[in-house]
């Protein structure tokens, strides 16, 4: 069984980086085919994808947040980490890690999610 636990601070203040990390367990994040992306989901909005990046260690972004964005991953800890600079209140939602197969083309796996609240 894939699991994936988002963890990281839930209250982050304007204009600071927001830094979370996705532990894996169950299968290595270098495994052929497989995506690991970050998704979140702002108070009564839908789901926003953010970025992902690839078994390869290629990454790929949301243009809307491209420059503010950063995925990043330690094999050797099996985990991947999001950066979101500059944040503001907009940027307060539920923030999920998941698991992507490119083969069957669909999100197999997600994490619980956690709460990030931007505000002083």
């Known amino acids: 069984q894939v699991l994936l636990q988002e963890s990281g601070p839930g209250l982050v203040q304007p204009s600071q980086t927001l830094s979370l990390t996705c532990t894996v367990s169950?299968?290595?994040?270098?495994?052929?085919?497989?995506?690991w992306t970050w998704i979140r989901q702002p108070p009564g909005k839908g789901l926003e994808w953010m970025g992902a990046?690839?078994?390869?260690?290629?990454?790929y972004y949301t243009p809307s947040l491209k420059s503010r964005t950063s995925i990043s991953r330690d094999a050797t800890k099996n985990q991947f980490t999001l950066q979101l600079s500059a944040v503001t209140p907009e940027d307060t939602a539920v923030y999920y890690c998941?698991?992507?197969?490119?083969?069957?083309?669909?999100?197999?796996?997600w994490g619980q999610g956690t709460q990030v609240t931007v505000s002083s």
């Open positions: 998941a698991r992507v197969d490119i083969l069957e083309r669909e999100i197999d796996y």
């Open positions: 169950g299968d290595a994040i270098t495994t052929n085919y497989h995506h």
């Open positions: 990046l690839s078994y390869s260690g290629s990454t």
